[in-house]
């Protein structure tokens, strides 16, 4: 079965520092990948999504930036830190078009809290 | 672009009670999918029941059932005998089906249920 994995599970960053949220899938091959961020009393939004290694694509410009070195591996990254940055980040998959298990469904890894003080 | 919206900001019934949570979406597409989406105090995102739009029959998982009007984009979520552990924010989301699920889901703003013993 495919599971996801995501950390830190809880970060403190002062304004300025850099960042790196780590999200792993296991069991699966060439999914598509998703970091989104839910800020404190609202909705999730999409900041990246990425279809293979090396492409990803930005929904929101923003300070943040994503890479995906493995073809199972996203990498959520920030040089320098913003008290808006703070929020709850989830990483989160889908198989491809095609494949036969969890298609066109999107699951969810257990989060990042991110407080930037 | 799509839009989701949920227009119950909370909603509160008895433990053993059933309660509908309502969503409406607007879009252009004919073939999307359509999500609901558990997530309680551990903020882990969990998958509750997930529709095909093109499948006339609701989507039922156990005591979670959904009432989808395709012609008046309303997906509301049913849930018979309520338990304690419903309690939690539940989002509806929208995921169009061209583009293999590459541009995520698109999520409304969250019903806090809250179940009362």
């Known amino acids: 079965s495919q599971t996801i994995h995501q950390w830190p599970a809880t970060l403190v960053q002062p304004v300025g520092s850099p960042l790196s949220l780590e999200c792993t899938v296991e069991?699966?091959?060439?999914?598509?990948l998703y970091w989104y961020r839910q800020a404190a009393g609202r909705g999730l939004q999409l900041l990246f999504y990425s279809v293979g290694i090396g492409q990803i694509s930005s929904e929101v410009p923003q300070n943040l930036s994503a890479s995906r070195p493995q073809d199972r591996q996203f990498i959520l990254s920030s040089k320098k830190l913003l008290l808006s940055d703070s929020g709850f980040y989830l990483c989160?998959?889908?198989?491809?078009?095609?494949?036969?298990?969890?298609?066109?469904?999107?699951?969810f890894g257990e989060g990042s809290w991110l407080t930037v003080v | 672009a799509q839009t989701v919206t949920q227009s119950q900001p909370e909603m509160s019934v008895q433990e053993a009670e059933t309660v509908t949570l309502s969503c409406t979406y607007d879009t252009s597409e004919s073939n999307y999918y359509l999500f609901w989406y558990k997530q309680p105090p551990s903020r882990q995102m969990i998958l509750v029941i997930r529709?095909?739009?093109?499948?006339?029959q609701n989507a039922t998982e156990n005591r979670f059932s959904v009432n989808f009007q395709k012609a008046a984009k309303s997906f509301s979520l049913k849930i018979s005998d309520s338990q304690l552990g419903d309690t939690a924010m539940y989002f509806c989301?929208?995921?169009?089906?061209?583009?293999?699920?590459?541009?995520?889901?698109?999520f409304g703003k969250g019903t806090h249920l809250i179940i009362q013993p």
């Open positions: 529709q095909e739009a093109y499948k006339q």
């Open positions: 069991g699966t091959s060439n999914p598509n």
């Open positions: 989160a998959w889908t198989n491809q078009p095609g494949q036969k298990t969890s298609g066109n469904t999107i699951y």
């Open positions: 989301a929208f995921m169009k089906h061209s583009g293999g699920g590459a541009d995520g889901l698109t």
